[in-house]
């Protein structure tokens, strides 16, 4: 296998910043192979394309494929055998905005796809001339780079290390939200204190036209709070072999420094902004999404047409468009009592909900289809058992239990399972009574959102974030609930997140030894800066 990616680094004559990559790469391409063995299976029979190739894997490891294989690819799509899904997207993207070295894969693709199209072989010297010709149109830099690329990375590592010197465990952010007012303040950017109620307050600012659309740019500044096993001080923000360690490191103070920059940049750079941009750091997200939430109840989301959440689950590697959602059920089972020497004389509520427990930890999954999650994983249901509670005090048969679980859902799949439960409970035939109940309120049920990957902020957000990385990044629903499940619901417009962050084992949100590599410092706010400009359709 190691054999094969050698081969098409030197055969692609790849860039520095996939050589750079060329380990990770070894990683991702030992999972291609797999893939591969699929498809190849698929071409000896081709009518039966195999289920256990999910399409969104397909689609995500399509970049990566080699002349070879994009040829046999190109074959079974245009012999549709395939999916129309599996076909290659957003061509006109590259066209448009510039071909980056990941991507010439995605053009060997697409020029075998259209030679095969039109019956003819694709050769070598064609794919080398169309390589040319994108990259004749990639065109001279673009202005946008320009004034992203004016971003001091020393700086916003600085603004990095003194907003994680704050301590700001939710409930506790008034002294990092005079912080960073005090901050934006000094850059003349007026910003407002908003109350959120048991919380520190959050800081707003805008620039740009007033009642004109907005693009909001929001970023929590609270932390979880400190976990055991720290062995770095959590507010020492110490950087030690390119890593910065520190108590919301991740979970994300070097987001929210990325989004100020850049909005501190735009505001600098004294573009004609056609759209306003509103900047938000906000309180008690790590508990409910409390500062958000009151934001939304001030009608400071009015006039916005897309947001920007600043955190980087995934890293940069990612793009997340949608977020799973969270349905909780309250299922009450009551039996009858009897005197504890008489057991069979009445119905253990207790034991009843112990075979409701198994019996629900045994429900099956739905999967979104063509969906990957931040986890590089198809995107899929769980499900989780949070709480049982019942007991009898006196020697009797208990006769009440009350079981607490929820559903994650995924987008485009029901929300509300009752139903389900009810007819897994049924199946039991209990002698219990058996009552289940979706929890509804304040914020409940978390429904399950997908921002279109055809909307104008997924392909802006997409190309900047290709463009500074040298890779298409992928688009993935985050399997965790957030800010941007309540923009979504509440306020329903287009948003995602994107931002510093680490996948793997590097990936220590909510946990001791919290750390980030710095080298993607400047190229979060980069993306961040350039992508606003675009949307603001800056001038
Ligand atoms: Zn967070």
Known sequence: MEHLVCLKVHELDLGPHDRHDLGRALVDYGHLYFVLHRVYDALLVPVEYPDSLDPGLGLSMLPRFGSRYARDL???????????????????????????????????????????????????????????????????????VDIAESIDERELLELCRELIRIPSVYREEKRIAKFIASRLDKWKLTPELVPVEGYGPSVVARIGPENRPAIVLNGHMDTVEVKEGWKHDPFGAKVEKGMLYGLGSLDMKCGLASLMLAFRTIAHSNRRL?????????????????????????????????????????????????????????????????HGSTPRLGVNAISDAAKIVTAVDKMGMRSAHGVMADNSSPLRESQLVLGVSGNSTSYS???????????????????????????????????????????????????????????????????????????????????????????????????????????GALARYHQPEEAISISQLGTAARIHCSAVLELARAK
């Not at 796809?113 to 830099?141: F, N, Q, R, Y």
Request: aromatic letters at 6%.
């Open 74 to 144: 190109a074959r079974l799509i245009v012999d549709d055998h395939v999916p129309a899904f599996l076909k290659l997207p957003d061509f006109d993207l590259f066209r448009t905005h510039g071909i980056h070295f990941d991507s010439i894969d995605k053009v060997w693709a697409l020029k075998y796809l259209t030679e095969w199209g039109k019956g003819a072989e694709g050769s070598l010297d064609g794919l080398c001339h169309l390589h040319e010709e994108i990259m004749a149109v990639k065109g001279p830099s673009n202005e946008y």
């Open 274 to 338: 056609d759209c306003s941009i509103v900047f938000q750091a906000v309180s008690g997200e790590e508990d409910n999404s409390a500062g958000t939430r009151a934001l939304i109840s001030a009608g400071r989301f009015r006039n916005a047409k897309a947001v920007i959440v600043g955190e980087g689950i995934g890293s940069l590697d990612v793009v997340t468009i949608g977020r799973r959602g969270g349905s909780y059920y309250d299922i009450w089972v009551s039996g009858k009592s009897a």
């Open 397 to 503: 048969v208990p006769e009440k239990c009350h079981i607490r679980m929820m559903r994650a859902t995924v987008p485009g799949k029901p929300y509300d399972i009752c139903r389900e439960i009810e007819a897994t409970i049924k199946k039991l035939k209990l002698n219990s009574k058996v009552e289940v109940r979706l929890k509804v309120g304040s914020g409940d049920p978390y429904l399950p959102h997908m921002t279109p990957a055809k909307s104008e902020l997924v392909k802006v957000t997409r190309k900047w974030n290709a463009h500074y990385t040298g890779k298409e990044p992928s688009l993935v629903c985050g399997l965790s609930e957030a800010d941007d499940n309540t923009i979504a619901k509440e306020v329903g417009i287009p948003v995602v997140c994107v931002g510093p962050g680490e996948k």
